[in-house]
């Protein structure tokens, strides 16, 4: 069984444990806050990895970094991760949780990666021009990326809207070298 198998199962059941006891957007908030924690520091990542570490030196960091900040529910659930060998699984289980919500609450991922960074109303404007497209929420991620020269290219699962100059570029070379290029119409 896979990795992202195994954490998709324990998404699952910290969801149907958190329906249970009605306190799915609490769980959400603290499976954010460990996104960001794990996100943050790749050397917590590598310390929750290794197999030297005791569980009980887990514990313990766990419970001083979350204790205070996380439900009980989640706490229990970090544990159980621990004592089942599984806590390398933290962020394939957070993913998988959030890719669990994303697909009841209908949101999908957007990532843009734009020739300058994007200011935040032109993030918002984009956001809408994108669920409005999509139909769905958007939940928007931007890089700056100065190869496209200009403009940008989003991604949305399988989909990609390439409007980098770039682009535009390498299609008008295209289609001139192909001889459909109409011109000016001067001869």
Do not use: C, W
Not at 105 to 115: F, I, M, P, S, Y
Not at 129 to 156: C, H, M, N, P, Y
């Amino acid at each position: 069984m896979t990795n992202q198998t195994v954490a998709r199962r324990y998404a699952q059941a910290l969801y149907e444990e958190a329906a249970r006891e009605g306190r799915v957007e609490g769980i959400d908030e603290d499976m954010a806050l460990i996104r960001e924690a794990l996100e943050a520091s790749r050397d917590l990542v590598l310390f929750f990895e290794s197999p030297v570490v005791s569980r009980q030196k887990k514990h313990d960091v766990v419970k001083a970094l979350f204790a205070q900040r996380v439900q009980p529910t989640t706490m229990n659930f970090l544990g159980l991760l621990i004592e089942k060998k599984r806590e390398d699984l933290f962020p394939d289980v957070v993913q998988a949780y959030r890719a669990l919500r994303d697909e009841q609450l209908g949101v999908v991922e957007a990532k843009a990666r734009a020739a300058y960074l994007l200011s935040e109303d032109e993030q918002a404007r984009l956001t809408t021009v994108l669920e409005a497209k999509t139909g769905t929420r958007v939940r928007l991620t931007v890089e700056q990326d100065a190869s496209l020269v200009g403009g940008l290219v989003v991604r949305i699962g399988d989909t990609v809207y390439d409007g980098s100059v770039r682009h535009q570029l390498a299609t008008l070379r295209e289609r001139m070298e192909m001889g459909s290029y109409a011109g000016n119409g001067a001869g």
